[in-house]
């Protein structure tokens, strides 16, 4: 075995990318759960916005098109959950298996014709001097637009549900359903509005592993990155900020285990290969402390709202 | 306006009768989605509902119809009793390969002795084996509080690269070359799960599934195990007044389906699958959550929504060998049902009302 051939800067700057992916939708994903609704679909609203938006790319040539409708992908089936759980007033969980069996059905019909195709890729950006910079040229500033986006919308969604009036409705709804419909906010379109945003964010997270980390197009090739999405955001305990941390930490675990295989571990592969999943149960475990308090968890989770009741 | 008024008890006429309009409306929305990939929709309902059943080759295909249903209902019947209590295992894919693997395991040991007891240890492995593996999800909700949904899925991936290992390392037939994979149990008499009765495609996994129904049923309605898991689920709050240890239902729950799941792996690979493969895993443990949800949690439902859901894989092979339709349009097709019967399921717990309403 070689840890020599381990470059730091490499592992680093791979493993921002690694976590991008993850990173976005568990994003979504938590915004959607400050609401109060629980979505176990985002595997299958990855997978679809990784099929949708690599289906775009490819016929349009331009990754960004690819980006913007798996988007929409994406949200489309956060809609299709919507109108189940909010209107229909379906039990949550059951709708969000639902929804990743769907999509991964669909996905993998969608992505016939798409199998050993490559796709435009997106750029890294050149920063001209700040690019050369040894280390942070690399780290810092060398990645494609889509990292620094996805590291904007950290910001930008911590700073929407700490300071903005929206951002306290949304809360408020989560919190308690029954109180903020008293006080006349429209509990459902604001369940909605955030259901969509974060099947949004998961397509644009699939989106990234078709067009730009992989970039190809595989059956399944999210590979339960959905489900470690759903368990970081309980690892962050909604924030915001933790989110971030959860994610760039299963990035690294993910990038770490590719370098040991290709350096030639001692240590079987399928052992690697299973270690991003047993890392997350354990991490599971070890938050469980304090998740066990429940104080951190939005209140109406999960709870289905009605309004004659 | 179009309302919705709360029920005050379920409807049971809408209990039973929206799985039927689901899959009505399965058909309809299938058809579309045929008719957009360029195939006569009509033909391919015939394809993949009557054919296999009615047509020119059923002989064949009524035979797979049960080597297909049995997996699925057997796992079913385990996850219907935890979704019941709303505890939500859906690692059973997981379960299933371990179970597999670890029944192989046992009797490939004594490889090759032709010992009768051999088929039964297998049993006995392949059931522990689901077990165990899902006590794991179970032990951690109880002990650290952790999620059960996301623990037992976790374990699917973990699981996978347990069988990758097993076919191409520790389980590997010593005696071939080229591909990976186990020695085949099939032709290995003492080990292997054969057809009971020729043509029917029963085998003991049929048998097991059988068992299965007729115990989950009588706990059910009959034994007090039943009634705490749908109290559990139905008022958890009033279970927890009455008296309901939770955590001996975590593990009930989960054991059982564990073992289950378990006991279909080891039924499979004995049986149909003949070896762990790389691709012994076939998607069971996730469609049995749609047969489990489809037969409205009950055991006697299950096997309808079982045979059915086997029908789309059978109909599902023949569609594509004969129409070219791909194999990945039947899994939107299942999952497309469990969206229908979801959604449909709003009108046994509401009524629809027309109109203007008083302001609640």
């Known amino acids: 075995m070689d840890l020599s051939s381990i470059s730091p800067t490499l592992l680093i700057a791979s493993l921002m990318v690694a976590a991008t992916p993850i990173l976005l939708a568990a994003l979504g994903e938590m915004v959607v759960e400050k609401a109060g609704v629980l979505n176990l679909g985002v595997e299958g609203m990855m997978i679809m916005g990784a099929i949708s938006g690599f289906i775009a790319g490819v016929e349009t040539g331009s990754p960004w098109l690819g980006f913007f409708v798996a988007a929409i992908g994406g949200a489309a089936m956060a809609l299709l959950f919507g109108v189940l759980t909010q209107v229909l007033l379906s039990n949550q969980v059951a709708t969000g298996l639902a929804l990743t069996l769907f999509g991964l059905g669909l996905s993998s019909l969608f992505g016939q014709g798409y199998v050993g195709i490559k796709a435009n890729s997106l750029k890294r950006l050149d920063m001209g001097f700040l690019s050369d910079l040894p280390f942070f040229g690399r780290v810092v500033f060398g990645h494609d637009p889509i990292v620094y986006l996805s590291l904007l919308l950290v910001f930008a969604v911590w700073a929407f549900l700490k300071f903005t009036r929206a951002g306290l409705v949304l809360r408020a709804v989560g919190e308690s359903h029954d109180a903020a419909h008293a006080l006349g906010y429209h509990v459902r379109r604001v369940r909605m509005m955030a259901i969509a945003f974060g099947g949004a964010c998961a397509g644009l997270g699939g989106a990234y592993l078709s067009l730009v980390r992989v970039p190809q197009w595989t059956e399944g090739m999210t590979a339960g990155a959905g489900w470690i999405a759903l368990a970081i955001v309980v690892f962050a305990s909604w924030r915001a900020g933790r989110v971030l941390i959860g994610a760039y930490l299963f990035g690294g675990i993910v990038v770490l285990q590719l370098n040991l295989q290709t350096a030639g571990a001692k240590v079987p592969v399928e052992l690697l290969s299973a270690a991003p999943y047993l890392v997350t149960i354990i991490v599971l475990v070890l938050i469980s402390g304090r998740a066990g308090r429940g104080g951190d968890t939005p209140a109406d989770l999960g709870k289905p709202f009605h309004a004659s009741t | ?184 149990l099939g032709r290995w008499e003492a080990a292997s799960n054969p057809e009971l009765i020729a043509g029917t495609g029963a085998h003991w996994g049929v048998v097991a599934a059988v068992i299965a129904v007729i115990f989950a049923q009588i706990m059910m309605t009959r034994h007090l195990m039943g009634f705490q898991i749908r109290l559990a689920g139905a008022a958890p709050r009033a279970a927890r007044f009455g008296g309901v240890n939770t955590a001996r239902l975590v593990i009930f729950c989960l054991g059982l389906s564990g073992m289950l799941a378990g006991l279909a792996g080891l039924f499979e690979v004995a049986g149909p699958a003949g070896q762990i493969s790389i691709d012994f895993a076939s998607g069971y443990g996730f469609t049995a959550i749609i047969v489990a949800f489809l037969g409205r949690l009950n055991p006697l439902g299950i096997v309808a929504a079982g045979l059915l859901m086997a029908l789309t894989y059978v109909g599902g092979e023949a569609a594509a060998a004969n129409l070219g339709l791909p194999g990945a349009a039947i899994s939107a097709f299942q999952g497309m049902l469990l969206f229908f019967l979801l959604a449909v399921d709003v009108l046994s717990n509401f009524r629809v009302r027309v109109g203007r309403g008083v302001v609640a």
């Open chain 2, 1 to 184: 306006m179009i309302r919705l008024e709360r029920r005050p008890t379920p409807s049971r006429v809408w209990a039973a009768a929206s799985p039927l309009v689901a899959v009505a409306l399965t058909m309809v929305a299938g058809g579309l989605m045929f008719a957009a990939l360029g195939k006569d929709p009509f033909e391919a309902i015939r394809t993949i509902f009557w054919d296999p059943v009615f047509g020119e080759f059923a002989w064949y295909f009524r035979g797979q119809l049960l080597v297909k249903a049995a997996p699925l209902i057997l796992i079913a019947v385990g996850l219907a009793m935890g979704f019941r209590a709303g505890i939500w295992n859906i690692g059973a894919e997981g379960q299933y390969i371990v179970g597999a693997i670890c029944g192989a395991a046992a009797g490939l040991a004594f490889y090759p002795s032709e010992s009768w007891l051999i088929f039964p240890l297998m049993v006995i492995a392949g059931a522990l084996g689901g077990f165990l593996w899902a006590m794991i999800p179970a032990l951690l909700k109880l002990r650290f509080g952790t999620n059960e949904i996301l623990v037992s899925l976790m374990l699917v991936y973990v699981a996978e690269n347990l069988l990758a290992s097993a076919a191409v390392n520790w389980l590997r037939n010593p005696d071939a070359v080229g591909f990976p994979g186990s020695r085949n």
